[in-house]
């Protein structure tokens, strides 16, 4: 959406329709709008916390932290008797580890009998006297009523696993043979790791230290796009220019001088592969000249957006300038995701491991989930869909509004406290606006997953057809989601000025959008191309900062993995801090 000034009253600006002269800034007298989608998602979350009481009353965790054997006893706890069970119910606080009879069915390949055992063997086990041996100091990879070895039987499900008996590591409480945890080790380079780890524990203070620098350079960044946009974006224009012309003629002078040396050369003795590279040459030539006469076409006749998006820049630096608290509000998304990513997965333990023990003949366990979790699961991973999307729209919205409410309000010095008014909008008046818009997103976003879910299933399939249009609609889904984000984005930025339900604002945002392509290109591609430079430019400095802090110290062995730590910190404050002046540009494009 596009603002500029008139005469004595600051009024949003359109292109394709004339605007109404009542129009007095961001809209007061609001009402609740979409309440059935605000009944919706309250209801949907209802559902949630039915699906967490089941997995909470009915799931255990432990069995798949801890592991759990074939007769429902959770390594290193004590438990609680089966019915019809006689093995279970034992004391399993000196057993902490799972040990398969057969390796193959850590793969859930194979049926195979789990025990918890006290150790892993450390050693091959190849006779029955060595088995015996194992037992008789407290380490029995037998079952375990089993006493004596004179009469038992071997097998995957037997008395005990097939002789010889592989040594093996313990890894995550389940006993991994130890020649694949070497053949891991020899990929992924443990030697490497370890070293990695004792130069973050040696360097922690440093990489504080980075951290806390980029912290200041993002915000020094912010000062810079707020004064010297102008200069920064017209220096990318003039270098692009002189980049794709000077390219275009490098690629002609490389042509000439391989057509020259072609043309030296006697006909009869011309290499084929030398006349395809001179025709190559011409060919790149030919379409780089091409594509810089259409963007340098495109970037005279968008000079004048060019201008917008250095005015919009300063003008996003003062909103925020007058409104520091917003460079929070990305900080308590960020926490808010983070609080429901927590909760999901815990409830997502306990689902998954929901289920009631049952006896079998052969006097193990297994557990049997209703018909109905598998629905649940389902249910719950499309909560995490909408759930996020929701969160991130309220800051898209809060944002939006408090920036809108800066700008319509004539005297600056009533301003007040925009984020709290935003807040409590949002709260009062457009929940069900925000639940609608995410849910469309969510939605999409659970298609494409489903989507991916079918393709995993259909790997070994011969059906090339059916997999070439499962791609296909994963790409389409894909940029019908990108679409969606930004219709949503700028309605969001409707419903804060006018106070509009979901779809009348999708629908001016649309036409808004529509009418104003060019301005939109220029600002989307501009804007966020000088984004990305200045979170680049903040990592940058880290990494060169930290190359003078971490280079000379000798307790440091690779000093380019705290300074990659320090990097992505870099990367994730300017995104956070950055993205606040993107939802600014964006609701003025």
């Not at 049952?358 to 499309?382: C, N, P, S, T």
């Not at 919205?397 to 409410?405: D, L, P, Q, R, T």
């Not at 457009?430 to 079918?454: K, N, T």
């Amino acid at each position: 959406m596009s603002f500029m000034p008139g005469n004595n009253k600051v009024r949003p600006f359109r292109a394709d329709s004339e605007v109404d002269e009542e129009f007095d800034g961001v809209v007061d007298n609001r009402q609740c709008r979409d309440v059935l989608c605000c009944i919706l998602f309250l209801a949907f979350w209802c559902g949630m916390g039915y699906v967490a009481f089941v997995s909470f009353t009915h799931g255990q965790p432990e069995r798949l932290i801890f592991g759990v054997d074939s007769y429902g006893n959770v390594c290193g706890q004590e438990n609680e008797d089966i019915p019809g069970v006689q093995l279970s119910g034992l004391n399993m606080k000196d057993k902490r580890y799972l040990f398969y009879f057969e390796d193959t069915a850590l793969t859930g390949s194979i049926d195979s009998k789990k025990l918890c055992v006290a150790a892993c063997p450390n050693d091959t086990i190849s006779t029955m006297e060595e088995l015996e041996a194992y037992a008789d100091i407290g380490l029995s990879y037998c079952s375990y009523e089993v006493e004596n070895f004179t009469d038992i039987t071997f097998g995957d499900i037997d008395d005990c696993p097939d002789l010889p008996i592989s040594p093996s590591d313990g890894v995550l409480y389940r006993c991994f043979p130890s020649s694949i945890i070497g053949e891991a080790s020899k990929l992924i380079n443990t030697e490497w790791f370890k070293k990695a780890l004792a130069d973050i524990k040696s360097s922690w203070r440093e990489i504080c230290y980075l951290c806390a620098i980029s912290i200041g350079l993002a915000i020094v960044m912010m000062v810079v796009l707020r004064f010297f946009a102008g200069v920064v974006i017209w220096f990318m224009v003039v270098f692009f220019i002189m980049g794709s012309i000077g390219g275009s003629g490098y690629l002609w002078y490389q042509w000439f001088l391989r057509k020259r040396d072609l043309d030296e050369i006697p006909v009869e003795e011309q290499l084929d592969s030398d006349k395809q590279n001179v025709k190559t040459m011409l060919i790149y030539a030919s379409v780089t000249s091409g594509v810089t006469v259409i963007l340098l076409l495109l970037l005279f006749v968008m000079r004048k957006r060019i201008a917008l998006v250095v005015a919009l820049f300063k003008e996003s630096g003062k909103a925020i300038g007058a409104i520091p608290l917003l460079l929070l509000q990305p900080f308590w998304t960020f926490l808010a995701l983070a609080i429901l990513t927590c909760y999901w997965i815990g409830v997502f333990l306990y689902l998954t491991t929901s289920g009631e023990p049952v006896a079998q003949e052969d006097g193990r366990v297994e557990y049997q989930q209703e018909k109905i979790i598998e629905y649940m699961w389902w249910y719950h991973l499309f909560g995490l869909f909408w759930g996020s999307q929701f969160m991130i729209a309220c800051q898209q919205f809060v944002i939006a509004s408090a920036i809108s409410i800066w700008f319509f309000t004539r005297d600056k010095s009533t301003l007040g406290w925009p984020i709290l008014r935003s807040v409590g909008r949002v709260l009062r008046y457009h929940l069900g606006s925000i639940a609608f818009g995410s849910l469309l997103i969510a939605l999409v976003m659970f298609a494409r997953f489903v989507l991916g879910y079918i393709q995993s299933k259909l790997k070994g399939s011969q059906n090339e057809l059916l997999k070439y249009i499962l791609k296909c609609l994963q790409c389409c889904l894909w940029c019908f989601e990108k679409v969606l984000k930004f219709i949503n984005r700028n309605a969001y930025i409707e419903i804060a000025i006018h106070g509009y339900s979901f779809c009348k604002a999708a629908k001016e945002a649309f036409a808004v959008l529509i009418s104003n392509a060019l301005r939109v290109a220029a600002i989307n591609s501009v804007g966020d191309f000088l984004l990305f430079l200045g979170k680049v430019a903040v990592a940058a400095s880290v990494v060169v900062i930290g190359l003078e802090f971490l280079q000379d110290d000798p307790d440091v062995n690779y000093y380019a993995v705290p300074i990659a730590l320090a990097a992505i910190f870099a990367l994730l404050i300017s995104h956070i801090f950055l993205s606040v002046y993107e939802v600014r540009i964006y609701q003025c494009d």
